[in-house]
């Protein structure tokens, strides 16, 4: 299985939890030439930027130890893009799921980075 593939159902696996979670994801893998956002979901009047990180086993270390401050940067620079893009004037937040195993399960989720 490519590595693209694996990252689709890593990122399916965190929406689904997501819903199950009472928000409502607007999308997947929003993007433009300068930025990406994994997932943008909206709980209540606030909106989430999700990053998914993956991690098949936590030999190399978490998903969640793979959000540096130069990661951070990239996310806040993504969520202000969509931001501006769509004209959102309500709160919003930068969120990460980290994704791990075959079965990919949900590991753990900050609600706000």
Known sequence: MSSTER???A???AGAY???AGFSVQSYNWRTRFCEIDIVAQKGQ????VEVKYRQ???QGTGLEYITAHKLRHMRFAAESWVA???WEGEYVLSAIEVSGDDY???AFI???
Not at 46 to 49: D, E, G, K, P
């Open 111 to 113: 609600e706000n980075v």
């Open 105 to 107: 399960r949900v590991e």
């Open 85 to 87: 893009a769509n004209q």
């Open 46 to 49: 606030t909106m989430h930027f």
């Open 57 to 59: 086993s936590a030999r």
């Open 18 to 20: 997501l819903t199950q």
């Open 11 to 13: 990122e399916q696996a």
């Open 7 to 9: 990252g689709r159902r």
